[in-house]
């Protein structure tokens, strides 16, 4: 029997990170033959990524360019995965999440009549403007998919609930299998300031601030609550900020923080430097997606800057606090965490609802079992 091809397809840090691990379970199965192809959306942060987990795409795009936007990049992935298909004509493609790498995939692998099998599917904020484009990304991708692989019980839910009810695995999230090869006790940064901070005695927090619907005043007051609680808790305190290097959050990240002897702007880490910095930190402070998952898998709470979040299990488990994005109320709720030992430790304890480590053998288990290889479907992630 031949077999099967399985085409993996991303081009971002983020999706980089959760769906290394997944191809390298797809390569050490001898019933696939894996493929790998990465846009490169974004290149030097994809291009770290693949170094630490040492995987070689077979297709590399290389569709970044000075000034991207998002027709840019859906339309040079449409042009260049056509191409890829008709070479390999696999008999799967994956894609992960909600970037524009992951939308344009899913439609190029449509256009071809390729199966699409969707990886973190089920993410609903229910406001197709934010996460913007992301939200609308990940729906259309649900209905492009025939195979989805929902990180808990509630994405299966979401995706139940518009009517998909066929092919539906729950199989926890890729990035907790990620986390078990990245955090190491004797791990050195290389960025020096990082080694000299006294994480025993002092308060880190990790910030990261980044996203599109943030830029304008919820970005201003985020920085000018950062730079309030760093003057505030100026002897307990340290911040650590790698900026993104996007100019708008550059800009107005240096013109709050710089000069604040406690506050620590750096470029942004490759992800085993994210990792173990975020396994020392005391308390996470982010508009990212992925940390609200990373992080409560290592025991730290979570502070979104976000007015919503697609992933509602980490508040309902008590790892996440939806910290919005007003000067006021970020201030209250970093103080009741900096101050009161109690209302950390109800966080930093709470279960952690993402993951157990074996998303990525659930996910080719099911795979293997949709194509008819194997008779029995994976056994569902309980978190």
């Known amino acids: 029997m031949d077999k099967l091809k ?30 790998c192809c990465v846009t490169a959306q974004h290149r030097q942060m994809l291009d770290s990524v693949l170094d630490i987990f040492q995987v070689k795409p077979q297709f590399d795009l290389d569709i970044m360019e000075a000034s991207q936007t998002l027709s840019t990049i859906t339309s040079k992935c449409l042009l260049g995965l056509e191409k890829v298909f008709q070479e390999v004509r696999p008999d799967l493609v994956l894609v992960h999440g909600d970037t524009s790498t992951t939308f344009a995939g ?12 969707h990886v973190e599917a089920g993410l609903r904020t229910w406001d197709r403007y934010s996460p913007f484009p992301e939200e609308m990304n990940r729906s259309m991708v ?18 139940e609930a518009e009517g998909i009810t066929k092919g539906l695995f729950v ?30 005695n002092k308060d880190v927090i990790l ?20 730079a309030f609680l760093a003057g505030t808790y100026d002897r307990t305190v340290e911040i650590v900020y790698p900026v993104h290097l996007s100019p708008v959050v550059q800009e107005c990240a240096h013109r709050h923080l710089d000069g604040i002897p406690n506050v620590h702007l750096i470029p942004p880490l490759d992800v085993e430097e994210m990792h173990n910095l975020m396994a020392r930190c005391y308390l996470v402070m982010t508009d990212s997606g992925g940390l609200q998952e990373e992080a409560p898998a290592l025991g730290k709470p979570v502070l979104v ?19 919005g994005v007003g000067y006021d109320e970020i201030i209250d709720m970093a103080s ?18 993402y993951g157990d480590g074996r998303a990525c053998r659930r996910i080719v288990d099911a795979i293997l079992y949709h194509f008819g290889r194997t008779d029995r479907p994976p056994e569902p992630f309980c978190g």
């Open 6 to 35: 399985v085409m993996t397809i991303f081009g971002t840090r983020p999706e980089a990170i959760k769906m290394a691990p997944l191809v390298k379970e797809l390569e050490g199965r001898e019933e696939i033959e894996s493929i």
């Open 106 to 117: 899913a439609l190029a692998a449509f256009y071809q009549q390729v199966a699409v099998g």
């Open 336 to 353: 009741a965490l900096l101050a009161f030992p109690e209302e950390y430790d109800k966080m930093a304890h709470a279960a952690n609802p």
């Open 142 to 159: 649900g209905r492009l998919a025939e195979l989805h692989f929902c990180p808990t019980q509630a994405n299966r839910r979401n995706l």
């Open 207 to 226: 910030v990261t601030c980044h996203r599109r619907e943030n830029y304008g005043q919820p970005m201003e007051d985020i920085m000018s609550a950062l």
């Open 171 to 200: 199989t926890g999230n890729t990035v907790i299998d990620a986390l078990q090869t990245t955090v190491r006790k004797d791990f050195t940064f290389a960025e020096d300031a990082l080694n000299r901070l006294d994480y025993e």
């Open 305 to 323: 800057l976000r007015r919503e979040t697609e992933r509602p299990e980490a508040v309902a488990a008590g790892t996440v606090k939806l910290a």
